[in-house]
């Protein structure tokens, strides 16, 4: 007997009330910038690699496709895309392993 389970990806509608997410020393410029070389995914994942080097500090960090899919609608490969260019502009530095997933770490010193 097999049962089929019907996953619900697609992104929430706004209801109006938005949850505040702080992040601190947040700098829009830098954000900007991520937006303008890493297309559509630069901005989240520079939100995402704030938010966590805020909270744990500068280290390499593991990007969850499924928040990026379920917040934002971007699938792993438009990250993977966007990675590779913030990488090649300087903003990121990524480490990679076969079998493993991209770790990365955010260089924006000259922002913070």
Excluded: C
């Amino acid at each position: 007997m097999t049962h089929k389970i019907q996953l619900n990806l697609a992104p929430k509608k706004s209801t109006g009330k938005t949850k505040f997410s702080f992040i601190m020393n947040y700098d829009y410029k830098a954000a900007a910038s991520f937006t303008k070389i890493g297309g559509k995914a630069g901005g989240p994942i520079y939100n995402y690699l704030k938010w966590k080097k805020g909270m744990n500090g500068d280290k390499f960090y593991k990007l969850p496709n499924n928040h990026f899919l379920v917040k934002y609608g971007l699938r792993r490969q438009r990250t993977a895309e966007s990675l590779t260019l913030l990488e090649a502009a300087g903003f990121l530095q990524l480490d990679k392993a076969a079998g493993k997933s991209t770790r990365v770490r955010l260089l924006t010193k000259i922002y913070d």
